[in-house]
């Protein structure tokens, strides 16, 4: 234990944020993950032969959000409009002056898929966003569909076999969606084929009346990366050559006989022990302690992987970091 106190220089200290990501896999019967196909009228399901009024809310909210610049229903009504909603202040999308975020879809279908801030933490990782849906059961692959995000929030199929909807890369053409990383929400908003026999409103379940398996998609799931900040202090502890080179460790003292004088040091009449006085020896130290003030307990306590030698030579700079 050191003998003497030193004083944290301030600007040897800094203050960073560190993302750090998790892979996150959900599914249709994921706690939490709700699948919505939203019409702007209201749909009835066909399997459960209800009709769902909260379909066509979604729909509006999804629309009034997101999609004013590339709504059917705008252009039909309002086609001058089209081009002003698509300012960035009129929306609440992702905005990158070097990447396109495409919004020029928009009908009176549209699935979407919300995902809990349990799940995605501060946002989704752009780039790491996967929909996957099966037909049949969740491990038959036969005609499986694999749409991922461009690392801009379009979605795209990675292997569509309709030529609208197939491409490497996103484009205006050919995405069929979007991922909107900060709120957890993925919409498609493509109404066309996937392929000659399978239209994107199949995943989730039947759009319409048709009953073959072929159709019945209800089986998919998400991967995705979640991002959470991490808050880091670091410090930079800097012990000058010849500095705490005292140690009040009990094993290094001699046996003192006798009681010591009424308020003198302890350390003052206990004497090193004759191997511990020659020039060569220092003591070691493998904590650090910070203080607030010398009465108080420390307020970090930083525990170094090895023991170090205190130097009479050379300076020593101890870095360490705390998360918050």
Request: aromatic share 12%; glycine share 6%.
């Amino acid at each position: 234990m050191s003998i003497k106190f030193g004083r944290v220089d301030s600007s040897e200290t800094n203050f960073v944020e560190q993302s750090f990501h998790k892979n996150q896999t959900v599914n249709s019967a994921s706690d939490g993950v709700h699948h919505v196909l939203s019409k702007k009228d209201d749909y009835t399901d066909p399997d459960k032969n209800v009709t769902l009024s909260t379909s066509g809310s979604h729909w509006a909210l999804i629309h009034g959000m997101f999609y004013l610049s590339g709504s059917s229903k705008v252009l039909e009504d309002q086609p001058a409009d089209a081009v002003k909603f698509n300012n960035i202040y009129h929306n609440f999308n992702q905005h990158n002056d070097l990447k396109p975020f495409y919004t020029n879809k928009f009908y009176s279908t549209a699935s979407i898929f919300y995902i809990p801030q349990q799940l995605f933490g501060e946002r989704i990782k752009p780039g790491s966003f996967q929909l996957t849906a099966r037909t049949g059961s969740s491990t038959n692959t036969t005609k499986e569909i694999i749409i991922k995000d461009d690392n801009n929030g379009n979605l795209y199929s990675t292997n569509a076999s309709h030529s609208q909807s197939a491409g490497a890369l996103s484009t205006k053409y050919n995405y069929v969606g979007n991922v909107f990383y900060d709120l957890g929400v993925a919409v498609l908003t493509e109404t066309g084929s996937w392929s000659g026999s399978v239209d994107y409103t199949d995943i989730g379940g039947k759009e319409s009346s048709a009953t073959t398996l072929e159709k019945n998609y209800k089986f998919w799931k998400l991967n995705f990366n979640s991002t959470t900040p991490i808050f880091t202090s670091q410090y930079s502890i800097k012990i000058n050559a010849g500095d705490f080179n005292r140690a009040m460790n009990a094993s290094t003292r001699l046996p003192l006989s006798g009681s010591l004088p009424s308020g003198s040091n302890f350390a003052d009449y206990i004497n090193m022990r004759n191997e511990l006085t020659g020039s060569g020896w220092s003591p070691y130290f493998n904590q650090i302690h910070l203080h607030r003030n010398q009465q108080e307990e420390p307020l970090i306590t930083a525990n170094l992987p090895r023991s170090i030698q205190m130097r009479d030579d050379i300076d020593l700079i101890i870095t360490f970091k705390v998360d918050h």
